[in-house]
């Protein structure tokens, strides 16, 4: 007669101890912080991001469109409003950053430049204005970190509008640069109107 199933198993397990509960909570502990995962994440992505637009703004001279130096320029994407364009125009807008360009070599002011624009853009500045110079001496051409710089603003995606300075600020040796409105900001002023509708 053949044994039951259940004794030949008992009989091999006897020597078997069960796995301690303090032991799994050890190796659960080992475990790296998952926050510090997703910040080194968020770190390579911007990281990246920044790569990608640098890409996007090349400092070739004969990829620029050439500018004159006393040329007055503009752009502005669709959607801006021309009252809005004139007031631009016009310097009727307060901006805190000024960034000076025209000293500088094509590759520092490339990542000078959009720096200097997602900064202003992440702390909510509207406009901001860039001195990039008239470069009547300028090789290879005359004109090159203005024509470099009127180029790369329309490739930085915070940028909507630009136009020459007004003389006080520089005339066309300049630019009034215009921001789109940073996500931070909507959401401030989407609670001051709601609060605001609270007191009506």
């Not at 044994?3 to 078997?16: I, K, N, T």
């Not at 301690?20 to 909570?25: A, D, E, G, N, V």
């Not at 475990?31 to 994440?41: E, G, Y």
């Not at 720096?115 to 051409?141: Q, T």
């Amino acid at each position: 007669m053949l044994l039951s199933d259940d004794p030949l198993f008992l009989q091999e397990m006897a020597d078997v101890t069960p796995i301690k509960h303090q032991h799994q909570t050890q190796t659960a502990q080992t475990w790296p912080n998952p926050l510090r995962v997703t910040d080194a994440q968020l770190a390579k992505r911007a990281a990246a991001e920044q790569h990608e637009l640098l890409a996007l703004l090349p400092t070739d001279p004969y990829l620029f469109k050439p500018l004159k130096p006393d040329d007055v320029v503009s752009y502005k994407m669709d959607g801006i409003q021309d009252e809005v364009f004139t007031q631009l125009r016009l310097g009727k807008y307060r901006f805190n950053t000024v960034l000076d360009l025209h000293q500088y070599r094509l590759l520092q002011a490339r990542e000078s430049l959009l720096n200097y624009v997602l900064s202003a853009y992440e702390h909510g500045e509207r406009n901001i204005l860039v001195i990039h110079g008239k470069g009547y001496k300028s090789k290879p051409y005359a004109a090159l970190m203005k024509s470099a710089v009127c180029h790369w603003l329309q490739f930085i995606e915070p940028v909507t509008a630009y136009h020459s300075a007004t003389k006080e600020c520089g005339g066309v040796g300049a630019l009034f640069v215009m921001l789109k409105k940073s996500q931070q900001k909507r959401i401030e002023n989407g609670e001051l109107n709601r609060k605001g509708r609270g007191f009506r």
